[in-house]
């Protein structure tokens, strides 16, 4: 992976590595959520292959200008870059194999309306591999942390989320 991301390597804004657990098949299409300057999105289109497809979102239209530009410039051309919400997604139902995220998804405010977003997206039998800061404990009140943590999701909820939405 760090061969791909070449040089890119000094975009990268994650927080570990989704595509070990991503199970790519050739051919696939997968979604970046969050996908910043792009880096983690080309990782995910080198390993689906020509045949397979890696669609980026990302809130920030200056981010989706640069990855737009990187990939041109190392010459992928099966990524496409959106400016998008993951609390709504830019993205047809049922047209996903695989959601990926590296960082970009602990910042969501709602994650129940994101996971519910990402079930819409992906097709029977789809797969998600987000790399996620989380949270063990209710944060102390007496602490003055910073936003971030906030958005963080308690990680003994994700499963009753996830399980409650259908996957």
Known sequence: DLQIAGDDVVLMQGVGNPHLYARYNPGDTVLDLGCGMGVDTRIAASRVGERGRAVGIDLSEGEVLVAMGRAREHGVYNVDYRVGDMEQMPIADNSVDVVISNGGFCLVPNKDKAFREIFRVLRP???????????????????RWPVCMHTFMLQADIDPVLGSIGF
């Open 125 to 143: 039998g789809g797969r998600i591999s987000i790399a996620c800061t989380v949270r063990r404990k209710l944060l102390d009140t007496s602490v």
